[in-house]
């Protein structure tokens, strides 16, 4: 615990505003209410025991587990970039006011717990949860928390609550992305002048193995002190980041495989005979419409934001190989359809060289019969490049993607071994 600062700045003696006795067994204990901080106050410090639930952009299914009888739930919501954290805390805060007139005969080291309800009749510290959109404490007949008050004139305040924070997200990398909420607890009204914070160890305490099926949580403690400047002065602040990384099983299974087994049945139309125009116009055509019912999918349970995302280029780079296989064999059938229109002709040609042939003419062994010339040639080339090239390029952009998203995604990673994470 700190000890007194130098940089207290004498206050003017506060206005008593009322007393309230309480009846505590034997003893009787009498609190004064102020409306300004002690002349000597000083916060020992902030003891924070966190277990997590959250809920971010996960492809859109709501998920519930027990973690030490403590809901975990995933949710996605309609804001893009800023997502909401929910977290159950533990929230331990003491401070020392003199002003308080302790019962004779408390020792220092003894407390006497009272009702909460004690802390509108007091002075308390002014924290806030930056970004925060709300808290809320459960209770069953009362509210969880307790309030020790001991002969040294320190109150000791312990309250379980549910924080609501908003944190800004970056999805460059999804769905392999790692998302740092940080979590500032600080002063609202009084500087450093009047308030200085500090964590009481532990500091900060985590629940062992908090499991989440779709991120890896791990929480880190920043510097002891830290603190928030503005215009009107510097404020007293203690903040702690929360490091979520997505994990990949889950879009893997999917979204990847589905999309890429889609890439490869598109490529068995490729060894259909060309000649077999509804077969293999259905294998064509059903698959793209499956592979735009998974984008369609896709986009819609994933976080929705205006710049490109890894998943992004997966997807639309498959679309685009099915695509692809379509119009090669539309180019097929026009190149086929080009040679008969081709052999037609020269039938025509060929029937009206042979009507004007003079009679007793011999005219030699009949020409070979051309049956479409280079279009037929072409159209089975093509074919043939096309059955060899385009899985060699889906094969070569496999390898290029995930040697792109693999690296770029670990390397946008923090080292969390450097900042000591809990």
Request: proline residues 8%; hydrophobic residues 40%.
């Amino acid at each position: 615990m700190p000890t007194t600062a130098t940089c207290w700045r004498p206050l003017s003696p506060p206005v008593r505003k009322r007393s309230l006795y309480l009846s505590l067994s034997d003893a009787r204990l009498a609190v004064r209410r102020f409306s300004k901080p002690p002349v000597q106050f000083r916060l020992i410090g902030v003891c924070v025991c966190v277990c997590v639930c959250v809920y971010l952009p996960a492809p859109g299914d709501v998920r519930c587990k027990t973690v030490r009888s403590t809901a975990e739930s995933i949710h996605a919501r309609s804001v893009p970039l800023l997502q909401l954290v929910v977290m159950e805390i533990n929230l331990r805060v003491k401070w020392q006011d003199v002003r308080l007139r302790i019962p004779p005969g408390l020792a220092d080291h003894e407390y006497v717990p009272l009702n909460p309800v004690i802390l509108k009749h007091i002075w308390v510290p002014d924290l806030y949860i930056d970004h925060s959109e709300g808290s809320y404490t459960p209770s069953v007949l009362t509210d969880i928390a307790s309030v020790w008050i001991y002969g040294d004139a320190t109150v000791d305040y312990s309250g379980n609550m549910f924080v609501r924070v908003s944190c800004r997200m970056n999805y460059t990398w999804f769905p392999r992305d790692h998302q740092i909420c940080n979590i500032r607890i600080e002063s609202y009204a009084y500087t450093l002048d009047h308030n200085v914070y500090s964590w009481v160890p532990p500091g900060l305490e985590v629940s062992d193995g908090i499991p989440s099926e779709q991120f890896l949580v791990r929480f880190e403690k920043t510097e002891p002190y830290t603190r928030v400047q503005d215009v009107y002065g510097t404020y007293p602040a203690l903040a702690f980041r929360l490091h979520l990384t997505r994990r990949l099983s889950y879009m893997l299974l999917q979204v990847y495989l589905p999309s890429g087994l889609l890439v490869v049945v598109s490529f068995v139309s490729l060894v259909v005979p060309p000649e077999a125009i509804p077969g293999r116009m259905t294998l064509c055509i059903t698959t793209i419409l499956t592979m735009c019912s998974l984008l369609g999918a896709a986009m819609q349970s994933t976080p929705q934001v205006s710049y490109t995302r890894a998943i992004d280029v997966w997807l639309l780079s498959c679309l685009t190989f099915v695509s692809v296989v379509l119009f090669e064999f539309g180019l097929i059938i026009k190149m086929m359809e080009m040679g008969k229109k081709e052999e037609a002709t020269k039938k025509q040609h060929k029937v009206k060289n042979v009507s004007q042939v003079r009679p007793f003419h011999n005219p030699g062994p009949p020409p070979p019969e051309d049956t479409g010339g280079g279009y037929f040639v072409r159209a089975q080339w093509v074919d043939r490049v096309a059955l060899v090239l385009l899985p060699i390029l889906f094969l070569v952009f496999n390898f290029a993607y995930w040697w792109w998203f693999l690296a770029g995604s670990q390397n946008a990673m923090p080292d969390l071994a450097k900042n000591s994470p809990l």
